[in-house]
Each structure stands twice: as structure tokens, then as C-alpha cells.
């Protein structure tokens, strides 16, 4: 059974720091472009980062840009998001999701297994 679980969030002041883990099981997703969504309630799940394959390409949300830093370790089968500085606006569920394909993507339809989510609370 494939399985996607996050770690790390949390309950954390404005301007503080929060590392977010995922890990797979159930298969290797080294071949995969991987990517953090995040949703906040009443609405939508919105693109946050993503990583390809490699780890050689990254790409960001423009809220998230000089604040969050993705990154893999393909032999460990984990990905991670370091946030700092870290707003009110950023408090979310926080997804982590396989892409089908190796390239990132900002596309929720293109990730085909994601984790169960994990809460991030900033207080102002």
C-alpha cells in the first residue's frame, strides 16, 4: 500500500521557523516530481513547491518565494519544506503529493497520491 505521511506542523508566532517532512512507503518515488499544496479553510488547495525528480528544479508559489525551501533525498524516499518567516496567511493544512510525472508541476491533477495532511498554525 502507497502511503504519503507528513510531519512537523505545528503551532508556531509570526516570523518563526517550520520544517515539514514526508515520507513514502509502499513504493520509490525517485523517479517522481514531488510538490507541497496547502489548503486553508473555506478554500481551495493551492500550489506551495515543487521538486523534481533530480532535485535540480524547484519551483515556488510567489507568497511562498525567499521563504520556503524545498527539498529530497531520493534514498531516504522523504521529502521536506523549510519554511521561515513564516505569516498568519501561511496557517493551512499542508499536503504533501506525488506527481505522475518527473518534472514539476503546479497542477494538483497532475499528482496522483498525496498524504493525509498536516496543520500549520501561525499566530500574529
Known amino acids: 500500500q502507497v502511503q504519503l505521511v507528513e510531519s512537523g506542523g505545528g503551532l508556531v508566532q509570526a516570523g518563526g521557523s517550520l520544517r515539514l517532512s514526508c515520507a513514502a512507503s509502499?513504493?520509490?518515488?525517485?523517479?517522481?516530481?514531488m510538490g507541497w499544496f496547502r489548503q486553508a479553510p473555506g478554500k481551495e488547495r493551492d500550489f506551495v513547491a515543487a521538486?523534481?525528480?533530480?532535485?535540480?528544479?524547484?519551483h515556488y508559489a510567489d507568497s511562498v518565494k525567499g521563504r520556503f525551501t524545498i527539498s529530497r533525498d531520493n534514498a531516504k524516499n522523504t521529502v521536506s519544506l523549510q519554511m521561515n518567516s513564516l505569516k498568519p496567511e501561511d496557517t493551512a493544512v499542508y499536503y504533501c503529493a506525488a506527481g505522475i510525472y518527473g518534472w514539476v508541476s503546479v497542477l494538483s491533477r497532475e499528482y496522483d497520491y498525496w498524504g493525509q495532511g498536516t496543520q500549520v498554525t501561525v499566530s500574529s
Open positions: 509502499g513504493r520509490t518515488f525517485s523517479s517522481n516530481g
Open positions: 521538486i523534481s525528480w533530480s532535485g535540480r528544479t524547484t
